[in-house]
């Protein structure tokens, strides 16, 4: 069987189910490197808190990860380190960027939606340094929103020395992005995930590929830097799940939902309560420090980005006490001293917490395996705080490299996802922006523009006039007895000129011909000398979409349809309105509803009873 595709009618062009193009290669050899650098700055900053808590909290001079509630301190040091840090933090926004105050993410999102994909040097560097001083001082979150930031801010940078467009910028600014949290967490899937569920607003191979791209390579650096083995080592086993199990994930979902809630709210509740303070907000975070030193007080292993208290979560080896101080003294500091403006990520926290959540769950709920209702709780409180259920899902099995939970994760973090949107208008994420009077949709959808073509919509018998018309005639047209025909004629607006062959010969606007018609020299004039030449056109075979970008990119509404294999055989007019008719059977379909198929009964009383199924 021959593979060569059938001809197409004459003038009709082959479309395809992507647009790319060659040039999308150069971006991706761009975001090779990225992903490279990005791993080595995961890696500096991670070594760099792990230098400034050994610093802090023990004395010593090391850059090896290490808890700061990992052994017994003075209350005192417990108590004044974040204030120290917070305050150190206010000095670097207030007199560096005002930038680096919060976990980072809104500050990336917000630069791709409208700041064009362009990262200020300084923010590159002063966002890790100002978060790795955060969680060295005690700071209860994690390094990957700066890292995300940084590595965003160092695509921008990288692609700001070349001749790029702002798409082009984003991607690239993406890819540093996910880069990063890739060396950061090594899961490669949930940070492409991530990129495409948060930052790119688009889901197309002329992004996606540069992302990728650097995301393998940010993975395949951090082996000799940071292993290769999963963050959380675990090992649930087989698991050997019932109905009733998959229901109580469901009901773990619930619960990590409603946690989310609770924990957003807090957040920004926490930030409205410090924007009424009678003092600069520079000052914020040193108060932000006063909360987070009184939590350590209570529970000191709450205290940094608490790693080691993820991994004895997930292995089910954590006590009662611990896992109700967690749960209740980190939800606490980490959303109210996140509200304060300081430096740091969200992601460890919310790690912490939904493990933290599911660890307590587990206390109640039938045993499955050691660590599992941990996970799942994980699971669900990242998909109802980020709103991101499938890298919520991806992320707890890169993780802990336990494939077979994929199903109860599932029911977990997209239960969760559904009680947090239908909760909350705004995430975590994105509420910040809307409080700077910015919108942004995460509903990704096929355009219905791309649906229909301009062939199903246009007026295939407009009105025009011919070139040796005069124009004083032409104009009398408009006053014509004949409603209908004057009417359709005022609608149209935009009038094709035909020359004697019926070849276009150019438009002519209804307020050009009036005013010649009334001009002083108008008996003398015919429409040929006052229509615009080769004018702006487009063909029968264009969808909507490009339809709406060309009239977009011209400032018109209304255009001329020619064949194209003929370009001045005209074969219609199309306008904006019809191009919103895309619009209209979108709209109708989403909100008309109808029973399709009756069920109509033939017997009252059951004797030969049978029913017949009717299209209606």
Known sequence: MSSTPPELPSGVRRLGDFTLDRSVLAIIAAALPIGALAAGLAFCLLRLVGLITNAVFYGRLSTAMVAPGAGPHSPLLILFAPVVGGLVIGLMARFGSEKIRGHGMPETIEAVLVGGSKVQPRVALLKPISAAISIGSGGPFGAEGPIIMSGGALGSLLAQFFHLTADQRKTLL?????????????????????????????WRPRSYLPVAAAVAVATAVRG?????????????????????????????????????VVATALVYGSEDVFGRLPIHWMWWPAIGGGIIGVGGLIEPRALGVGYDVIGELLRGQAPLALIIGILTVKTLIWSLSLGSGTSGGVLAPVFMIGAALGALEAQVFPHVAPGF??????????GGVMRSPLTGVIFSLELTHEWGALLPLLIGASTAYGFSVLALKRSILTEKIARRDRHLTREYSIDPLEVLFVRDVMETEPIYFRTDAPVTDAAAAFTAAEHDLRDKQNRQRLYPVLDAGDRLHGVVTRRQMLAAALSDHGAGHVLGDVALPEPIVTHTDITLRELANLMADHGV????????????????????????????????????????????????FGRNADSDLSAV
Not at 180 to 198: H, I, K, Q, R, Y
Not at 243 to 257: D, F, K, S
Not at 373 to 382: I, T
């Open 557 to 604: 509404t209304r255009l001329p349809v020619v064949l194209r294999d003929s370009p001045t055989k005209l074969v219609g007019m199309v306008t904006l309105v019809d191009a919103l008719a895309a619009r209209l059977l979108d709209l109708q379909e989403e909100r008309e509803s109808a029973r399709i198929i009756q069920m109509r009964w033939r017997s009252w």
């Open 224 to 260: 000799p830097l940071l292993g290769s083995a999963p963050v959380f080592a675990v090992h649930v086993g087989t698991l050997h799940l019932s109905g009733v199990t998959y229901g109580l994930c469901a009901g773990a979902g619930l619960v990590g939902g409603l946690l989310a």
């Open 373 to 382: 209702w941990s996970l799942v709780g994980l699971a669900a409180v990242v």
């Open 174 to 202: 993406v890819s540093g992005a996910a880069a990063g949290m890739a060396a950061t967490f090594n899961a490669p899937l949930a940070s492409v995930m991530l990129a495409v569920e948060m930052l790119l607003f688009e």
